[in-house]
C-alpha cells in the first residue's frame, strides 16, 4: 500500500502515453474583452421590413430533398396570405420560365399572431446551376437567386459554413458579416442550432422571431441554410400556456426529412455534393427504442461512402465541451451514440450550445462498461473530431469559464464569437478553419487539415 502513491502516477503517465494523450490542448492565449451582448434594437437597419404593401419577407432556402436537386424556399407575408407561387428559371435558360405552389400556414404563440408562413419546394432542378426566384405579384416582386450543389460524387467539391447560437444581437450582426465576406465563400451552411433567442425576451415574443427572420435573409435567402434545433427552438412555456414544444421553429422552418425516412423534421439527413449530413435532435428522445434512435440506427448504414466519403453529424448539445457551461449536458448523447460514429467513422461532428470555439482531439470513450474502469477518453483513428460553434454572438455573452486543467482531449479552445468553414477538397482532404470576429474576414483563429476517415485515414496528428 506504501507505494501505490509513488506507483500510480507513474502507471497513469504510462496509460496517458499509450493512449497518445500526454499533455492537453491549446488554451487560445486570445483573451477577448469582455462586454455585454446587446440586442439589437427593434427600428434597427437589418430588420426593417422590405417596401411595398404585404411584401414577402424574411425568405430563407434549404436543401429540397436528399440529393439537393430540390430547394423548399420559405418566406412569410406580414398581413395576408397573397400566393404560395413561386417563379424560377435557371440563368442558363432565362426563357423558360417555370413556377410551383406551395402551402400557406400560421400560428398564434401566447398573445401573438404569425404572419402567413409559406414553403414551397421547387423540384427536379438541374445540379450546379444558378436560378433566379420571384416572390410576390405586381410592384411587389422581389427576386432573389440560388446554386443548386452539384451531383453527389465522391470528389465533389463543396465548401460549407458552420455557424451556430446566432440570436441578433451586434454581435450576431458581426458574425454574419464577417460569415458572408468571407473569402472563401461558403456555399452551404450547416446551423448547429438557436437561430432567434426570441424565447430571451418577455413572452418568448415571437415578434423577435419575424425581425431574426428579417436579418438573416440577405444570407439565408440565397443559400441553403440546413439547420439541427437547439434549446431556444423548443419555446415550451406552460406558464403562458404554450405546451407544444417547437411550434415557431416548425411553422417557421421545413426539412426535406421525408426523404431520408425519419419521422420527424427535427431529425434527419441529407447528401451534398461529397457529403452525407445527418442532423439530430438534442431535445428529442434518443434512447433506445425511441424513433430518432431507431433512425440513426438504420440510417448510419446506408451511407455510402463511395459516393459520399465525407460523414458529417450536425448535433446542438455537444458530446465532448471542456466549459463550466451545459457541463456534460451532451452525456447521454455521448452514451447512446458515440459507438456508432465510432463504428461508422464519422468524420466530424459539428455542435453550438457552449457560448464559444473549441476543437477536439480524435478521442473515443466507449470501453467503458461500469465495471471494467475505461471511462476515460483516448485517441481513437476511427472517432470523429468534435468541433463546438456556439459562437454565433446571442445575448446570452460568451462562456468565460473553463474547466482546468484543459482536459487531454480538448486540442484547441477559445471564448470568442466567430464563424467556421469547412472546405472540402476532395475524397481525401477537407480544410476546416475557424474566424473570430475580432479579426478581419479570412484571418484564422484556428484551422486543421481533416483526413477521410474512410480514403486517408492517418493521423492528422494535431497533439500540442
Ligand atoms: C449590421 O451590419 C451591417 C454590415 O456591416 C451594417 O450595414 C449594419 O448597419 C449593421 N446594423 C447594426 C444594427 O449594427
Ligand atoms: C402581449 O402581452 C404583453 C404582456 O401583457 C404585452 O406587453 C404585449 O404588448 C402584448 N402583445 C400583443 C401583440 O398584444
Ligand atoms: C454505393 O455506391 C456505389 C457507387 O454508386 C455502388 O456501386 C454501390 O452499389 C453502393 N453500395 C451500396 C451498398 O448501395
Ligand atoms: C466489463 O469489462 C470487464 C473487463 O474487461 C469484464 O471482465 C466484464 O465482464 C465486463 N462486464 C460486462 C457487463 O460486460
Ligand atoms: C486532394 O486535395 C489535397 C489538398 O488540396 C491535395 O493535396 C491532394 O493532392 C488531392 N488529391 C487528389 C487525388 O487530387
Known sequence: MAD??????????????????????????????????????????????PP???SPQQVHITQGNYDGNAVIVSWVTPKYPRSTRVHYWSEKNPSQK?????????????NYTSGFIHHCTLKNLAFDTKYYYVLGVGHFRRTFSFTTPPKVGPDVPHTFGVMGDIGQTFDSNTTLTHYMANPKNPQTLLFV???????????????????????????AAYQAWICAPGNHEIDYAPEIGETTAFKPFL????????????????????????????????????????????????????????????????????????????????EPMRVAF?????????????SGHVHAYERSERISNIDYNITDGLSFPKRNPDAPVYITMGDGGNIEGLAYSMTQPQPAYSAYREASFGHGIF?????????????????????????????????????ENTDG
Open 338 to 350: 458515440e459507438p456508432w460514429f465510432v463504428e461508422h467513422k464519422v468524420d466530424v461532428v459539428f
Open 98 to 110: 417555370k413556377h410551383s405552389h406551395g402551402i400557406s400556414t400560421s400560428y398564434k404563440y401566447y
Open 4 to 49: 501505490s502513491s509513488f506507483i500510480c502516477p507513474l502507471l497513469l503517465a504510462f496509460l496517458l502515453s499509450i493512449a497518445g494523450l500526454t499533455h492537453g490542448g491549446k488554451t487560445s492565449s486570445f483573451v477577448r474583452k469582455q462586454r455585454k451582448s446587446v440586442c439589437m434594437p427593434i427600428n434597427s437597419d437589418v430588420f426593417q421590413e
Open 193 to 219: 442550432g438557436d437561430l432567434s433567442y426570441a424565447d430571451d425576451h418577455p413572452f418568448h415574443d415571437n415578434v423577435r422571431w419575424d425581425t431574426w427572420g428579417r436579418f438573416a435573409e440577405k444570407s
Open 52 to 54: 411595398g404593401f404585404n
Open 251 to 330: 411553422h417557421r422552418y421545413y426539412s426535406p426529412y421525408k426523404d431520408s425516412q425519419s419521422p420527424s423534421p427535427l431529425w434527419y439527413s441529407v447528401r451534398r455534393a461529397s457529403a452525407h449530413i445527418i442532423v439530430l435532435s438534442s431535445y428529442s428522445a434518443f434512447a433506445k427504442y425511441s424513433p430518432q434512435h431507431d433512425w440513426l440506427k438504420g440510417e448510419l448504414p446506408k451511407v455510402n461512402r463511395t459516393e459520399t466519403p465525407w460523414l458529417i453529424v450536425l448535433v446542438h448539445s455537444p458530446l465532448y465541451n471542456s466549459y463550466n457551461y451545459h457541463y456534460m449536458e451532451g
Open 423 to 459: 472546405d472540402i477538397k476532395n475524397r481525401t482532404h477537407a480544410y476546416f478553419s475557424w474566424h473570430r470576429n475580432d479579426d478581419g474576414y479570412a484571418v484564422e483563429a484556428d484551422s486543421m487539415w481533416f483526413y477521410n476517415r474512410i480514403y486517408y485515414p492517418v493521423d
